[in-house]
């Protein structure tokens, strides 16, 4: 079955690289993402990887992905206030169909001034 | 533009009450999903739409009942809840080929 961990609290200085970390246990995953969430809102998409990719870059956040272990990263370089948030790691197996998404628990992310 | 509403904000409602939950997108989006998400838990999948029809309904109990009008709306009737369905409910839509989901900012719902 489906199954996506990530560790519950992250603390890191303002002005640092934050890196969080996802594993997951289905190897069929299609599709792997990172969403932010910010009390009382919504989730907000902050990039994707399909499993036939290693690395992603996108302004301040690098996304890289090791297939073999299955596990997922997501760093946010010089990393702001605004950054605090959680972050869920998310994996779906379709191609090509409509399913839903699986989450992991969400990290926590605490910025330290 | 990558926008998806929903409305209401805030809901409050007693047990016997019947109230509905919208979602609209215009992105031309053809799956549309209702999620739940507890306090501190993520969000669980609740239905899936594809092409305006019903293609995943997770154990959902009849009291939540979902429809889908258009390809661009999606509803969620609520009757007879129970104070533990309070939750933030989540819509999302995708294109169904790459299935990149886009989540509004949800209702917050508290049962009485």
């Known amino acids: 079955g489906e199954d996506v961990e990530q560790s519950l609290f992250l603390s890191v200085r303002e002005g640092d690289s934050s890196v969080i970390n996802c594993t997951y246990t289905?190897?069929?995953?299609?599709?792997l993402y990172w969403y932010k969430q910010e009390p009382g809102a919504g989730l907000q998409l902050l990039t994707y990887?399909?499993?036939?990719?290693d690395m992603k870059q996108d302004q301040r956040l690098t996304v890289l992905l090791n297939k073999k272990d299955k596990h997922l990263s997501l760093r946010i370089a010089d990393t702001q206030t605004g950054d605090s948030a959680i972050y869920f790691c998310?994996?779906?197996?379709?191609?090509?169909?409509?399913?839903?998404?699986?989450f992991g628990k969400g990290t926590h992310l605490i910025i330290q001034p | 533009d990558t926008e998806v509403t929903q409305t209401p904000k805030h809901l409050v409602m007693g047990m016997t009450n019947k109230k509905s939950l919208k979602c609209e997108q215009h992105?031309?989006?053809?799956?549309m999903y209702w999620y739940k998400q507890k306090a501190k838990k993520p969000p669980e999948l609740m239905f899936v739409?594809?092409?305006?029809?019903?293609?995943i309904n997770e154990s959902v109990p009849s009291r939540f009942s979902p429809e889908c009008p258009n390809s661009s709306l999606l509803n969620l009737h609520l009757h007879a809840l129970q104070p533990e369905d309070s939750a933030l409910y989540l819509c999302?839509?995708?294109?169904?080929?790459?299935?990149?989901?886009?989540f509004g900012p949800g209702t917050r719902l508290t049962v009485l």
């Open positions: 999302a839509s995708s294109q169904l080929i790459t299935d990149t989901q886009y």
């Open positions: 289905d190897s069929s995953s299609t599709y």
């Open positions: 990887i399909f499993s036939n990719m």
């Open positions: 998310a994996e779906t197996l379709s191609g090509g169909g409509a399913d839903g998404l699986t």
């Open positions: 992105m031309g989006h053809r799956a």
């Open positions: 739409y594809s092409y305006e029809k019903l293609s």
